[in-house]
Nanobody
Framework: QVQLVESGGGLVQAGGSLRLSCAVSGRTFSSGVMGWVRQALGKERQFVTSTTWGGFNTDYADSVKGRFTISRDNAKKTMYLQMNSLKPEDTAVYYC???????????WGQGTQVTVSS
């Protein structure tokens, strides 16, 4: 079993920054992907970014490219999402997720709210 716990959400003004963390416990991964998915109120979940746990491949949604950076610390079993130049449209609940690929997220965190004020 895998547990994912997010932290670091909050309220920030447009143009500001936040860093989210996702701590992994239980079974660890040597393959597959981890990433972030967000869901704004009344909208479907949206892919944000992903990284391979055992390698260095990353992928970003076009809407966050150049502003968000995903990283991980395998020794600490923690994944991060650095969010810069935040916009009101980034407001959402951000979920940490893991699985064999980005089309099959097997594990989810509880989510953390990010609110960007204009």
């Amino acid at each position: 079993q895998v547990q994912l716990v997010e932290s670091g959400g909050g309220l920030v003004q447009a143009g500001g920054s936040l860093r989210l963390s996702c701590a992994v416990s239980g079974r660890t991964f040597s393959s597959g992907v981890m990433g972030w998915v967000r869901q704004a109120l009344g909208k479907e979940r949206q892919f944000v970014t992903s990284t391979t746990w055992g390698g260095f491949n990353t992928d970003y949604a076009d809407s966050v490219k150049g502003r968000f950076t995903i990283s991980r610390d395998n020794a600490k079993k923690t994944m991060y999402l650095q969010m810069n130049s935040l916009k009101p449209e980034d407001t959402a609940v951000y979920y940490c997720a893991a699985g064999p690929n980005v089309h099959n997220w097997a594990y989810w965190g509880q989510g953390t709210q990010v609110t960007v004020s204009s």
